[in-house]
């Protein structure tokens, strides 16, 4: 936000008279336009501390006290509510810009008896005054009152197959659902954008309401003679001495939680929540500067051909040593570098450093490189592969890319393509976590696998599940009727090994064969087994 020299600053709330002043670092008043000095400043408040003008506004009984650390409170963390003696109630926003501190206030009084701050699908209060609403239940009351954030689950695929009119009418029944169950004020139930919609209840109410939404709302739907079958999701915070935007936050958490576990359930927020958002943050951050810091770097985990137990391979595994946090999990950070898009990067440095790795080692050896499904998918793929292989000199016969299931779920042409144009310049291709997914099988017949991995999972539960070695048996007499190369990964028991050799596995890799190598370590494992 520039500095303001006249009094067109205003707030976003265009239909009421925004209050905006202006503080040095100091708190000293800079800058005030009339609708401040109509307040809290007073005509002569150029020059003063803020804080003395609060203080004398106090004195005079414009404000009390409490007011008066709210907004003290506010400026600090950016955002509060407070009311004047005369019964107005204002929305307070600071924002701190270089050496200045812009402060504004806006009347919003009449978001309490006018349809301005309406959603105009629903008639329901929007996500900024559902704020203003709840800061001041909260504020005003001691009993304990829980933030539900709901969400229609699949409101997104009802407005692409039926229209937004149905959707909008989906919207408008849902709101009705809810409404009739609360039995509370309108003005604790706010839509905001979607199929989201956030309401407050009290603690008596908010398990048995938490059971009767869900089933109620996942009900059949009759809109515009279409049947729509919703699903819904909720988080839940308990507003306990926390404002409003605090809530919020925590509830959108623990919705996000329900989501990504499969939604159609209601998750309470818990501080593990925000404590897991935090290092999230964190990470994002420190992932964006680690590779430029040369942070990431490869282990190479040994393959072995199981009759013999010759070295074939090694598969090239990815390493975050974090210079503060030590070493971070693959299975926290490359999710999350799939989320924001900077696995396609990470993964053209995998081949490059793997292939060049690969390229110093004898003719017989292979080098075994994970393709995520955003990167496989990317229109760079086959460049990346080509510039890396030519740049190292490596025979494209021994660069073998996994693969999972998710990578070609779509069976489009252009996946199709990718795969036509990698095999044509000698690449071959692995079918990782084999038996996993639910059409496995299909894809092996339409794609051009060299190799199939059987999940580590099967392998470490071959002596408690029998199904588990049935599973193993069929795959490797899958692969030999297919002419595919058999893996097993994750071996770590002799047992282990003597079964999978029986039922006529080829490779295998995992703790028992190998641990993940160092590269100067890989490279004596080499040398000798030549």
Not at 259 to 283: D, I, S
Not at 423 to 438: C, E, L, P
């Amino acid at each position: 936000m520039a500095k303001t020299t006249g009094p067109s600053a205003t707030f976003c709330f265009q239909d009421f008279l925004t209050s905006f002043v202006v503080l040095a670092e100091n708190g000293v008043i800079e800058w005030y336009n009339s609708a401040a000095a109509g307040t809290l400043v007073g005509k002569n408040g150029r020059g003063r501390l803020f804080s003395e003008m609060l203080a004398e506004a106090a004195k005079f009984g414009t404000i009390s006290k409490t007011a008066v650390g709210r907004i003290i409170a506010g400026i600090e963390t950016g955002s509060t509510t407070f009311r004047l003696e005369d019964a107005r109630t204002f929305l307070l926003h600071s924002h701190v810009s270089k050496s200045s501190i812009y402060v504004e206030w806006t009347d919003i009084s009449s978001v309490f008896s006018d349809a301005g701050g309406r959603d105009p699908t629903t008639g329901l209060f929007t996500r900024r005054e559902f704020l203003v609403v709840i800061d001041n239940l909260l504020a005003q009351n001691s009993a304990r009152h829980f933030i539900f954030d709901l969400r229609l689950d699949n409101f997104k695929d009802v407005n692409e197959l039926f229209g937004h009119a149905v959707g909008d009418h989906l919207l408008r029944r849902v709101s009705e659902r809810i409404s009739g169950q609360i039995r509370i004020a309108e003005a604790r139930l706010a839509h905001v954008g979607g199929g989201e919609f956030l309401f407050v209840a009290t603690e008596d109410e908010a398990l048995p309401l938490t059971e009767v939404l869900l089933d109620l709302l996942s009900r059949p739907h009759l809109v515009d003679g279409k049947m729509v079958y919703p699903t819904v999701s909720m988080g839940v915070a308990i507003a306990d001495g926390s404002n409003a935007e605090t809530v919020l936050r925590n509830a959108s958490l623990a919705l996000k939680k329900a989501r990504a576990e499969g939604g159609n359930q209601a998750v309470t927020f818990t501080t593990e929540m925000h404590e897991a958002m935090q290092r999230k943050r964190m990470l994002e951050t420190e992932l964006r500067k680690a590779l430029a810091m040369r942070e990431l770097s490869l282990v190479y985990q040994p393959q072995f051909r199981v009759k013999g137990r010759r070295l074939v391979g090694f598969e090239a595994l990815l390493r975050w040593n974090h210079p503060d946090h030590g070493s971070v999990s693959p299975a926290e950070f490359i999710p999350l570098a799939e989320e924001l898009g900077l696995i396609l990067p990470i993964g053209e440095w995998v081949l490059r450093t793997a292939c060049r790795k690969a390229a110093s080692w004898p003719p017989g050896i292979s080098i075994s490189v994970n393709i995520s499904p955003l990167q496989f998918r990317s229109t760079t793929i086959v460049s990346s592969v080509k510039t890396a292989l030519e740049n190292s000199g490596l025979d494209p016969r021994r660069l073998d890319l996994e693969v999972t299931e998710g990578a070609i779920l779509m069976n489009s042409a252009p996946i199709m393509e990718t795969f036509r144009q990698l095999k044509a310049i000698g690449v071959r291709f692995s079918m990782d976590d084999f038996g996993t997914g639910y059409s496995s099988l299909s894809y092996l017949q339409k794609f051009p696998f060299d190799k199939i991995k059987i999940d580590q999972s099967f392998v470490r539960s071959l002596s408690a599940n029998r199904d588990s070695l049935a599973i193993i048996r069929s795959v490797c007499a899958l692969g030999k009727t297919l002419g595919l190369t058999t893996i097993a990964e994750g071996v770590e028991t002799e047992e282990q090994m003597s079964q999978i050799e029986k039922k006529g596995c080829q490779q295998v890799q995992g703790y028992l064969t190998g641990r993940p190598l160092a590269p100067d370590v890989a490279d004596r494992l080499v040398a000798s087994s030549a």
